[in-house]
């Protein structure tokens, strides 16, 4: 993603109600070389753009998973490790998606990393999918972890 583009979104971003910056601790480029290693796996581009800038948002009371402090991350219900490594010790989610946000009981929203990216130099993006528990079935949501920002923002009108 382009500077510009990563620009616009930051701007758009800081608009939007329940947004905020990490103010206290930013991401740190060892907890994410650290989530990469356990998972596997290199995370998306904007992904790691987002924590670097953001950290923390939460959008109608629904935190964004993001990577909290490895001391605090086996008691935060927004850390995208803890999550992860619940829904592996619950071996009720499919292989291959990585969980980035619940925001109520209805839906799920993932990264599909049934591909997953280990090179370094590529660039990473995954699709992220949305999955309708009522529905039961998963659908394409976006192109990157941008494309979802961007998507979650227009659907609320920012």
Known sequence: MSEVLYETLSQRLDRFPGSKRRT???????WIAEAEAELGYRL????????QEFGSFTVSGSWIYTLVPPEHRDLADDDLLYNHR??????WRPAGRLYIFTPDADEDFYFDVSAPITEAGVPVEYPVMRFDHLMGEAELYA?????????LLQERGY
């Open 24 to 30: 206290m601790e930013s991401v740190e480029p060892a």
């Open 44 to 51: 998306p581009d904007s992904y790691i753009w987002w924590l």
């Open 86 to 91: 619940l829904n592996i010790a619950a071996d």
């Open 143 to 151: 192109d990157s972890f941008a494309g979802f920002l961007e998507q």
